[in-house]
């Protein structure tokens, strides 16, 4: 479509030619049968400050989405009794703060509730490029009043945004209630190259979804609550499998990842550094590095779990927990090439490294497990810096997994595997 830019002088009002509707800052609610979007078209955000921006029913096509993205500089949203970004009834939407190359990210939202929602059997949304920080929950995609088996949430992408200082959780994708039965599924969820950093509760969480990715995001300081079955870095919750890979998660209050999906799924080249940092460690529960609960028993039979090339550094108790309920994944899982560095629950227990209260049945094969730096031999361990000095043991130590991925943590080759998230070059 040619784009033209006339700008009539209008108060409170959208303007629009050739699939190009330019949205001024007084306008709040927009209802796409008034605005006349039709699939394909480019809704145009004028940059300034606004209070809301909610849309209603804007429905795109498969290869013909709507994409709304910020006009001449940036968008700020300071809603201070709303959600930030709303979204009502939307299809094959995009939402992306890229529309100014010297901004990475072109909306900025503060909000009292959520910084954006979608709703209302809102499907195949994408959100991008927008910093969100003091809302109560960032990013919040799932619509309440669908039953299961009426609606499906497909195609949900949220990637490169900032989110920071949330009351609850950064991003909180689909029902957390899969077991009891109602809540609406989701399929195909991919979650990547966001930063997050001081949220209250966990900062990444996804449910009911299947086809689900989690990759390259950056997690600090998880948890700031210290709310009681609210904390983690990425939280895999019932109905869901998830392969979990490339993030780094910090300093959180609460444990890395916990995975309490169907199985089936791979968490890998994850690096995860003093998760549970304040917490007292004679308290067993939720300051590990990754946990895995199973929880859906008839979804999770025979559903086995991967854990590969993860680093884990100084989990406040222990590197990796397997299987505290009794409803636990299938029995052929597999812990290999791993580094866990000093958990501290050896100060009470030998097994601080993988923790297994029920079912042994797992392979555990090439990792690393020690409180002692010169069997890893980090390249700056006080730096921060993880990856491999030349001299380290675990250069060309780990298991050959190259038949089902054959990158690292930055997504540099693997050849002959090293053991943790990065290969020495
Ligand atoms: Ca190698």
């Not at 509707?21 to 809704?43: H, M, N, R, S």
């Not at 950064?170 to 989701?186: N, W």
């Not at 497990?369 to 890893?376: A, P, Q, R, V, Y």
Request: aromatic content about 10%; glycine content about 10%; some cysteine.
């Amino acid at each position: 479509m040619k784009k033209l830019l006339i700008i009539p002088f209008l108060l409170s009002s959208f303007w629009g030619f050739c699939g190009s509707i330019y949205v001024g800052p007084e306008t709040e609610f927009l209802l796409a049968k008034e605005v006349g979007v039709k699939p394909g078209d480019t809704i145009f955000v004028m940059a300034g400050n606004r209070k809301l921006l909610h849309l209603a029913r804007f429905k795109g096509k498969a290869n013909k989405p709507i994409v709304v993205i910020n006009y001449n500089g940036q968008v700020n949203i300071n809603s201070p009794d709303n959600d930030g970004i709303k979204l009502n009834g939307c299809e094959h939407i995009i939402i992306s703060g890229n529309g100014d190359a010297a901004l990475e990210y072109g909306f900025k939202i503060t909000a009292s509730h959520a910084g954006i929602q979608a709703f209302g059997r809102s499907t195949h949304v994408e959100i991008a490029h927008i910093e969100i920080s003091r809302a109560n929950i960032g990013i919040l995609l799932k619509s309440n009043d669908v039953s299961r088996g009426k609606f499906v949430q497909e195609q949900t992408i949220v990637h490169h945004n900032y989110i920071h200082h949330t009351e609850r959780e950064g991003i909180y994708i689909g029902s957390s209630f899969f077991v009891e039965g109602k809540d609406h599924l989701l399929d195909g969820v991919w979650v990547y190259d966001n930063i997050f950093d001081h949220t209250g509760w966990d900062s990444l969480q996804v449910g009911s979804a299947s086809q689900c990715k989690i990759s390259g995001n950056h997690i600090s300081r998880d948890s700031q609550l210290r709310e009681t079955y609210q904390m983690g870095g990425i939280s895999v919750n019932p109905g869901s499998d998830c392969d979990v890979y490339n993030n780094i998660i910090s300093n959180g209050e609460g444990p890395g990842i916990i995975d309490q999906g169907n199985g089936g799924n791979m968490i890998y080249n994850n690096l995860i550094v003093r998760p549970g940092i304040n917490g007292d460690k004679t308290q067993p529960r939720g300051l590990d590095g990754i946990i895995i609960l199973g929880i859906n028993r008839e979804h999770s039979a025979g559903n086995s779990i991967y854990i590969y090339n993860n680093t884990i550094i100084e989990p406040k108790n222990n590197g990796i927990s397997f299987g505290y309920d009794e409803e636990i994944q299938g029995d052929q899982s597999i812990i290999a090439n791993n580094i866990i560095y000093k958990p501290g629950g050896l100060e009470f227990r030998r097994d601080a490294y993988i923790e297994t209260m029920r079912n042994p049945a797992y392979r555990i094969s090439n990792n690393i497990f020690t409180d002692d730096l010169k069997d890893i031999l980090f390249s700056n361990f006080s730096a921060d810096d993880f990856t491999l000095s030349s001299q380290s043991p675990a250069i060309d130590s780990g298991l050959n997994l190259s038949s089902i991925f054959n990158f690292d943590i930055l997504y540099l080759p693997r050849e002959t595997f090293d053991i943790g998230a990065y290969e020495k070059q």
